[in-house]
C-alpha cells in the first residue's frame, strides 16, 4: 500500500515505514501529525484510487523525528566584466518524518 501526499507545496510518495525529509513543520519532534486533507492517491492491493484532486477518507498518520537543517547551498550571481559578484549561502530547514500509517475509508 502506498499513497501519493502533497505537503510543503511538493508531492510524495509514501508507504507505511517511509522516512522522508519535506519543509520544516511546526510540530515538536515525537509528536504524530494526521494528513487527512493532502492525500492525492492512494493504491491498495491492485486498487488504485485517485482524488479529485484530494482522496475523500484517505489519511496518512506521520510521525516527526527530528528537526534539523539542510546541506549548504552556494548561491553565486555574476556579471561578467560589470565587477559584479555576490555570493551567499542557504541552509533549509528540514523535518524528518516517518510514515506510520495509511488509511482508506
Same mark, same amino acid.
Do not use: C, W
Given at each position: 500500500?502506498?499513497?501519493?501526499?502533497?505537503?510543503? /507545496?511538493?508531492?510524495?510518495?509514501? +508507504?507505511?515505514?517511509?522516512? &522522508?525529509?519535506?519543509?520544516? =513543520?511546526?510540530?515538536?519532534?515525537?509528536?504524530?501529525?494526521?494528513?487527512?486533507?493532502?492525500?492525492?492517491?492512494?493504491?491498495?492491493?491492485?486498487?488504485?484510487?485517485?482524488?479529485?484532486?484530494?482522496?475523500? /477518507?484517505?489519511?496518512?498518520?506521520? +510521525?516527526?523525528?527530528?528537526? &534539523?537543517?539542510?546541506?549548504? =547551498?552556494?548561491?553565486?550571481?555574476?556579471?561578467?566584466?560589470?565587477?559584479?559578484?555576490?555570493?551567499?549561502?542557504?541552509?533549509?530547514?528540514?523535518?524528518?518524518?516517518?510514515?506510520?500509517?495509511?488509511?482508506?475509508?
Amino acid at each position: 500500500m502506498y499513497a501519493i501526499i502533497k505537503a510543503g /507545496g511538493r508531492q510524495y510518495k509514501v +508507504e507505511p515505514g517511509t522516512v &522522508f525529509e519535506m519543509n520544516r =513543520l511546526a510540530i515538536d519532534e515525537g509528536e504524530t501529525l494526521m494528513l487527512d486533507d493532502s492525500v492525492l492517491m492512494v493504491s491498495k492491493d491492485d486498487e488504485l484510487t485517485v482524488g479529485t484532486p484530494l482522496v475523500e /477518507g484517505a489519511k496518512v498518520e506521520l +510521525e516527526v523525528n527530528e528537526h &534539523f537543517r539542510g546541506k549548504k =547551498l552556494i548561491v553565486f550571481k555574476m556579471k561578467r566584466r560589470k565587477s559584479y559578484r555576490r555570493k551567499n549561502g542557504h541552509r533549509q530547514e528540514l523535518t524528518r518524518v516517518t510514515v506510520k500509517d495509511i488509511t482508506l475509508a
